[in-house]
């Protein structure tokens, strides 16, 4: 494997509207990985929270699929690096103990950066860009990606352990997070996902395939306008948020932005050439 890092994106608690496990789905899509390890559920879930799903295959054959978590590895074409895709539901039970398990495939494939994905409620207008947090516990990596160290205090999930657990065995950890417009929770958000493989896409330097996520997230921002359009109170609210954030924003220049924006131009075009 080449300098193999890893994604990791969790259904539940530390998923809102669907927009981080949407990262992995999409990738998953567009990439060929192959399915290299899956945790056992036994010990982590409680079936009667997380069920299992009676279902078809292909073949029209019945087939019982368990709450879990799958790890892909895929070889993006024209990268200079691998990546592990891991897919779950956050656990129920022995996180420490499922972290472990996952640190493991980590120490075996070598992977050298470990990146969770996250999202949460907030009050955001969704006619602005998704707000992104980016946060690691490793100074070199955070001065490298212009990434901050985490002063975040109170209740966690998953991720949270995760990262704790990779700073005490040494594996640098990257914490992405997308704030998703909390009078629009309903999943699935796909500006949000967009904005989080944006970043994934300047984080790994491999350009990632956008596919129908760009025009997806157009449709959503029509259908939420709509939606305010027909509710005089929402659109007030809309309206207080978009004042609060532009002037929260004014002061901020915007040149990382534009310079992150065309390196992305550039490593599209480059792969685009080679192909």
């Not at 022995?94 to 996952?102: I, P």
């Not at 998704?130 to 966690?156: F, H, K, N």
């Not at 109170?233 to 978009?242: K, N, S, T």
Request: aromatic residues 6%; charged residues 25%.
């Amino acid at each position: 494997m080449v300098d193999p890092w890893m994604v990791v994106a969790f259904e539940g608690w530390n998923d809102a509207a669907d927009a981080a496990s949407g990262v992995v789905d999409h990738l998953l899509e567009w990439w060929d990985a192959t399915l290299v390890a899956e945790i056992d559920p036994e010990e982590y879930y409680d079936f009667q929270v997380n069920r299992p799903v009676v279902g078809t295959d292909e073949h029209g054959d019945r087939v019982l699929t368990w709450p879990s978590t799958r790890v892909y590895l895929a070889r993006p074409v024209g990268a200079d690096r691998d990546v592990l895709l891991v897919r779950g539901v956050e656990p129920n039970m022995r996180w420490r103990s499922f972290c472990q398990e996952l640190l493991a495939i980590v120490d075996v494939h070598a992977v050298s950066t470990v990146v969770t994905l996250g999202a949460l409620l907030a009050d955001t207008p969704h006619t602005r860009p998704i707000p992104l947090s980016g946060t690691t516990s490793d100074v070199a990596l955070g001065e490298a990606l212009q990434l901050e160290e985490s002063r975040y205090e109170g209740p966690t999930g998953i991720n949270g352990v995760l990262a704790d657990l990779c700073v005490h065995v040494d594996v640098p950890h990257v914490s992405l997070w997308a704030a998703v417009p909390h009078y629009v929770a309903q999943p699935p958000c796909p500006k949000a996902t967009l904005a989080l493989l944006s970043r994934l896409e300047d984080l790994l330097e491999v350009p990632l395939p956008l596919g129908d996520l760009v025009e997806a997230s157009k449709a959503w921002e029509r259908g939420v306008e709509e939606l305010a359009a027909e509710d005089s109170e929402i659109a007030e609210y809309v309206e207080a948020l978009e004042e609060a954030q532009d002037t929260s924003d004014l002061p901020e220049a915007s040149g990382d932005a534009i310079a992150r924006e065309f390196e992305r131009y550039l490593r599209r075009r480059s792969r685009d050439t080679d192909t």
